[in-house]
């Protein structure tokens, strides 16, 4: 079975909206204030804390649009955080509700057709490793069961 790797928003990505740059659909994050859990940074895959100021914003975890690059709204801190670093162990932002859509992606980004699946939050590693072990799957993406929205990626 594959060793699975936990990988956030690239850096760089994070870098571009933290300078003033514009997100996906061409508009500027909009600054909110988090009033407690469930405003996971897909930088630092941690939650951002009541009070804190943070980004919403449109991303899309895909490197061209085609038409299985899902765009969605996600959370960022405002302030620089530190990205994720350790990628073999399960982010804390993942510990935060019952269950996830862990879904595979192929090498040409597009959703490879019965991967997807609900999955409680002790079976992702599991998941996600069955999947990678999969000729067909490059990579997996975890988002949230409820609204779809990219919470973070797993790679072997």
Request: proline share 8%; glycine share 6%.
């Amino acid at each position: 079975m594959s060793v699975i790797h936990f990988s956030a928003m690239p850096t760089a990505d994070a870098e571009h909206l933290w300078q003033g740059g514009r997100d996906a659909y061409d508009n500027l994050p909009e600054t909110l204030f988090s009033d407690g859990p469930g405003h996971p940074c897909r930088h630092c895959l941690r939650n951002i804390d009541a009070g804190e100021e943070l980004l919403v914003f449109a991303y899309r975890p895909f490197p061209k649009l085609q038409p299985y690059a899902e765009t969605g709204p996600i959370f960022m801190h405002k302030q620089r955080c530190a990205r994720y670093s350790a990628e073999e162990i399960m982010p804390p932002v993942l510990e935060t509700t019952r269950d996830f859509i862990v879904r595979g992606y192929g090498e040409n980004d597009r959703i490879v057709y019965g991967t997807g699946a609900v999955t409680p939050i002790a079976d992702i590693p599991v998941y996600a490793a069955s999947l990678l072990d999969r000729a067909e799957v490059a990579y997996v993406h975890v988002r949230s069961a409820r609204n779809n929205c990219y919470q973070c990626r797993i790679d072997k």
